[in-house]
């Protein structure tokens, strides 16, 4: 009875853990065949393993890949020195029937390039059926494009193309030690954009004489980038300021197609242009005479009535104003020298040139800022010098002391474009010195 009992009770047990067993049994068997699946797979995985590395296969796969070159290729060729453009189509592995059939058409259609050390030729190659080019494009200058192509008649055809430039705006600035040019130069401007300033300054400033210690400049310019982010130009000169004995001499540029002005501007509206130039003479090199205890050459002597600029042998000479050459030949003590009339009062004179300028002789209008002639040091004269003088009225007077009539002022309508110009000028530099710092 007992025994009979715990039997049932037992029974009862079992049928109650029936369930649990069977689900035990289904995961045993899953874990079982998952890890047989497994194995399967990683041995698979080894076979596979095995043919890759198969030697002949490899060398097969590599050989394949090796041949499977893109359809369009883009070939960036570096001339060398003294590299001739027959010379670099066989470089590039032209087949003899296309090379002929391009340097043909550079004769038939006469095209004229120079090929030059580091140029930089692209050629456009099509490898369908074997080495085709399609675009060739030879760098002419900074600006323009030879390019080479065929046409939709599968002719090859040429034209000229200019690159595309960005505008870049600079601001810089220093102080003036020797001379305007070695301090811009310091600054990596470049030489274009110096000349330009001193030209414009020229008119109210004597470089060699009005320039003293801690004087200081600052220039905002645009330049010309290419897609190589190279300087191949510039721009205006934007704003200029001359501080000469910490006084401020600020200049805007101003343009206006329709009333034709494209000029440099002070901050009332005045135009810097003037009758006559007070430097007559690439003012950027000459070296300000502060700090030398002795002229290096003459001087300025009083004496003679005139201004001597010290300047390098060859410096070019500018006319002052614009008029008509009275003279331009031997004039004894001031040897090869150019008179010009500007008007009814004033005749400028240059003297001690060592060369004229091309069609400068007696008779010849001239505009001002038109190079006459050349630094020398004919006639009398101990080193290479200019000597400038200005006569009004008959006499000679200090060029230097002279007060000119002011330029033109922007009046009405036009001034009011100047002052919005010259605001926008204004936030340009502002923003520019910003992001400088
Ligand atoms: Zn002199």
């Known amino acids: 009875m007992l025994n009979n009992l715990i039997k049932k009770n037992l029974y009862q047990k079992i049928k109650e853990f ?62 060398s020195a003294g590299e001739s453009f027959e010379k670099i189509l066989n470089e ?10 391009i340097l043909n058409f550079i004769v038939n259609k006469k095209l004229k390039f120079n090929i030059y ?5 692209i050629f456009k190659i099509d490898n ?39 505008l870049n705006k600079v601001y810089k600035e220093n102080f003036i030690k020797s001379s305007l040019y070695k301090s811009a130069i310091e600054k990596k401007i470049d030489p274009n954009i110096i000349v330009q300033f001193a030209q414009i300054y020229g008119f109210e400033v004597d470089f060699q004489r009005d320039i003293r210690k801690n004087d200081g400049f600052q220039i905002v310019y645009e330049e ?22 910490g006084k401020s001499l600020e200049l805007y540029h101003f343009s206006s197609d329709k009333e034709k002005i494209n000029d440099h501007f002070e901050s009332n509206g005045q135009s810097i242009k003037k009758t006559l130039m007070k430097t007559p003479i690439n003012g950027a090199r000459l070296s300000s005479s502060y700090g030398m205890r002795k002229h290096p050459i003459l001087g300025y002597n009083k004496m003679h009535q005139g201004t001597d600029f010290a300047a390098p042998m ?10 008509k050459i009275l003279k331009a030949g031997w004039c004894g003590g001031g040897g090869n020298c150019v008179k010009i009339r500007h008007n009814s009062t004033y005749t400028t004179v240059y003297a001690h040139m060592s060369k ?82």
């Open 128 to 166: 369908l059926e074997g080495k085709k080019v399609t675009l060739i494009t030879i760098p002419i200058n900074k600006k323009k494009d030879l390019v080479i192509s065929y046409n939709d008649q599968k002719n090859l055809q040429s034209s000229v193309l200019t690159k595309e430039l960005t």
């Open 356 to 437: 004229f300028a091309r069609g400068i002789k007696k008779g010849t209008r001239v505009s001002q800022g038109q190079i006459i002639g050349y630094v020398g040091s004919t006639g009398m004269s101990t080193g290479p010098h200019l000597h400038y003088e200005v006569i009004q009225n008959g006499k000679k007077i200090n060029s230097q002391t002279l007060k000119l009539p002011s330029g033109k002022k922007l009046k009405g309508k036009i001034r009011e474009d100047f002052e919005l110009a010259k605001i926008k000028i204004n936030v340009l530099k502002a923003e520019l010195i910003n992001k400088d710092d």
């Open 18 to 79: 029936q369930s649990f067993i069977l689900l035990l049994c289904i995961i045993t068997l899953a874990i079982l065949i998952v890890s047989f699946y497994d194995k399967f797979k990683s041995e698979q995985i080894k076979q596979f393993n095995n043919i890759l590395q198969n030697v002949y296969l490899q060398k097969s796969l590599i050989s394949f890949s090796k041949s499977l070159k893109p359809r369009h290729e883009s070939i960036k060729y570096v001339v």
């Open 92 to 101: 590039i592995e032209l087949n003899n029937k296309e090379r002929e059939k």
């Open 314 to 323: 060859g410096t070019p000479i500018m006319a002052s104003g614009s008029g």
């Open 117 to 121: 050390e580091n140029q930089k030729i």
């Open 224 to 245: 010309l980038r290419n897609d190589n982010n190279k300087v191949v130009d510039f721009g205006n000169i934007l704003y200029a300021n001359l501080i000469l004995q």
